[in-house]
C-alpha cells in the first residue's frame, strides 16, 4: 500500500498590491507577446512580475495564471478601458 501524498503547502494570500503588479505584469507581457507560447508568456510574466517594486514574496508562474483567472472574472464586469488605466497607474 502506498503512503498518501504529502499536501503542497499554500501560499499566503494575494495582496491588492500584489493584484496591481500582476495586473500591470500581464499587461506588459501582452504588448510583446507576438511569437511567445503560453508557458513562454507566464514566464515572461512572472519575471516582470518580480521586478516590480512592490512585490516582497516570490510567486510561482503557475500561481500567476491561478490568480490571474480571479482577476479575470472581475475584470471582465468592468470596461477593457478602466481596466488598462488601473493596471498602468495603479490608481
Not at 22 to 42: A, P
Not at 72 to 88: D, E, G, I, S
Request: proline content about 7%.
Amino acid at each position: 500500500m502506498s503512503s498518501p501524498a504529502t499536501p503542497t503547502p499554500r501560499e499566503p494570500a494575494y495582496t491588492d498590491i500584489e493584484d496591481v503588479a500582476l495586473s500591470r505584469s500581464w499587461f506588459h507581457t501582452l504588448k510583446s507577446v507576438q511569437g511567445m507560447n503560453f508557458t513562454v508568456f507566464w514566464e515572461n510574466t512572472d519575471d516582470s512580475f518580480k521586478s516590480q517594486p512592490e512585490v516582497f514574496r516570490a510567486r510561482s508562474a503557475a500561481s500567476l495564471r491561478s490568480r490571474w483567472s480571479v482577476l479575470q472574472r472581475v475584470v471582465q464586469t468592468y470596461p477593457r478601458t478602466v481596466c488598462m488605466k488601473f493596471a498602468m497607474d495603479g490608481n
